[in-house]
């Protein structure tokens, strides 16, 4: 028996490595958990040749479970017909509190396929010396950064059309405008970036506003209920106040928050659960806002910066989206004003656009058209409301 389980240890540890090779090689999360359970049913039918008994039976249920597993997602995958993002491994990594984060300088090459082999985009991303997204602005005066999410990073588009980069054009680029957004980041990544002093050398430098786009659906990152959640900051109400609780995966640590995040990654949660989970809740909404409040309060005090949030309201958002019914739009609007910060309405009306020239077809990130009108919108305002810009 002393044998067999010094086997089983040196065969747990080269799947572990194998997984390990796996996820920094694949580009294709898709492919990636299906790796994962090919290492695991060959483990557990390695284990089945060595043990015998009770740790037979349990390795060949292991097995089994696995195999039944892998064809599950073999046949969504195919029934579902979703489309695959591949990105360069490598160029994405974890940063610190925050989630994930480019890991590298240079071009990042990006490419979404649809389930019959038409291409939805083929984009390169520009991360500059600062692990940013490229802004072609002002080198020196006034600092406007933006944080935010995937639609603010600028996800299936090039450099030249993001927000951002729109934003810096629009005002004759005599800013220095920043992208500090990051795909499948939040209002908490905004808030947990102005605590820990994540960006203090590109902030400090003549900071004079700072610009959030988001949406209500952003209450199920900041409340951990998003898949891409997990890795990121998780934040609680107390007493009125919100208070840091540590990374949303230290809700289930180790083995079974590994065996969560894998669960979450399968086309059998995405197809099956996700839209049955929990829909948002009061509290939800109102830990949301507050986040928001928070990081603005924090802008004022650390940087005597205001914070403009470019409010995206929820019929323009994903159909998985669900409103608790005790908010709408204009209530959420009328607390964040309440709360200090600067609001626009980011709403679009779409009947006055050609069919499929504000969202990517196949996609639902924004183009570069309403990456623009957005930018106009920004300019607009802060022309009118914002008198302490002006460069000097």
């Given amino acids: 028996?002393?044998?067999?389980?010094?086997?089983?240890?040196?065969?747990?540890?080269?799947?572990?490595?194998?997984?390990?090779?796996?996820?920094?090689?694949?580009?294709?999360?898709?492919?990636?958990?299906?790796?994962?359970?090919?290492?695991?049913?060959?483990?557990?039918?390695?284990?089945?040749?060595?043990?015998?008994?009770?740790?037979?039976?349990?390795?060949?249920?292991?097995?089994?479970?696995?195999?039944?597993?892998?064809?599950?997602?073999?046949?969504?995958?195919?029934?579902?017909?979703?489309?695959?993002?591949?990105?360069?491994?490598?160029?994405?990594?974890?940063?610190?509190?925050?989630?994930?984060?480019?890991?590298?300088?240079?071009?990042?090459?990006?490419?979404?396929?649809?389930?019959?082999?038409?291409?939805?985009?083929?984009?390169?991303?520009?991360?500059d010396a600062?692990?940013?997204?490229?802004?072609?602005?002002a080198e020196a005066g006034p600092t406007?950064?933006?944080?935010?999410?995937?639609?603010?990073?600028?996800?299936?588009?090039?450099?030249?059309?993001?927000?951002?980069?729109?934003?810096?054009?629009?005002?004759?680029?005599?800013?220095?405008?920043?992208?500090?957004?990051?795909?499948?980041?939040?209002?908490?990544?905004?808030?947990?970036?102005?605590?820990?002093?994540?960006?203090?050398?590109?902030?400090?430098?003549d900071p004079r506003l700072f610009i959030m786009l988001t949406a209500p659906w952003h209450a199920a990152r900041t409340s951990c209920v998003a898949s891409n959640s997990w890795l990121g900051p998780s934040y609680d109400l107390k007493d009125g106040k919100v208070v840091y609780l540590g990374p949303c995966s230290a809700q289930a640590p180790g083995i079974a928050g590994f065996l969560r995040s894998l669960f979450r990654s399968t086309e059998a949660f995405k197809f099956i659960f996700e839209s049955h989970e929990r829909s948002l809740k009061e509290a939800d909404i109102d830990r949301y806002i507050a986040i928001l409040i928070r990081a603005g309060e924090i802008a004022r005090q650390k940087y005597g910066v205001p914070t403009l949030i470019l409010f995206l309201p929820d019929d323009l958002a994903s159909a998985h989206y669900r409103l608790g019914p005790g908010y709408g739009n204009e209530d959420i609007m009328r607390k964040l004003r309440e709360g200090g910060l600067l609001v626009v309405n980011a709403f679009i009306d779409a009947s006055a656009y050609p069919p499929n020239s504000l969202i990517i077809p196949g996609d639902g990130h924004p183009t570069g058209l309403a990456n623009r009108i957005w930018a106009k919108q920004i300019k607009t305002y802060i022309d009118s409301e914002v008198a302490d810009l002006t460069p000097n």
Wanted: hydrophobic share 50%.
């Fill in 144 to 205: 406007i950064a933006f944080f935010g999410d995937s639609m603010t990073f600028g996800a299936g588009l090039n450099d030249e059309d993001t927000l951002p980069q729109s934003f810096a054009d629009v005002t004759g680029r005599k800013y220095r405008v920043l992208n500090l957004a990051v795909t499948a980041y939040g209002p908490q990544q905004f808030l947990r970036a102005l605590e820990v002093d994540a960006f203090d050398g590109l902030l400090k430098k």
């Fill in 130 to 137: 600062n692990l940013t997204r490229k802004v072609v602005s």
């Fill in 1 to 127: 028996m002393g044998s067999a389980v010094i086997r089983a240890a040196a065969a747990f540890a080269i799947a572990l490595s194998a997984f390990t090779a796996a996820y920094v090689s694949i580009e294709q999360s898709r492919y990636i958990v299906l790796t994962t359970y090919l290492i695991l049913f060959a483990l557990f039918f390695f284990y089945v040749a060595i043990f015998r008994g009770r740790a037979r039976d349990l390795s060949l249920a292991g097995a089994s479970l696995v195999l039944c597993l892998s064809a599950l997602e073999l046949a969504i995958w195919r029934l579902a017909g979703a489309p695959m993002t591949f990105k360069e491994k490598g160029s994405w990594a974890p940063k610190a509190e925050l989630g994930w984060s480019p890991a590298r300088a240079g071009v990042i090459h990006e490419k979404k396929v649809a389930a019959n082999g038409d291409v939805i985009y083929d984009v390169t991303n520009t991360i």
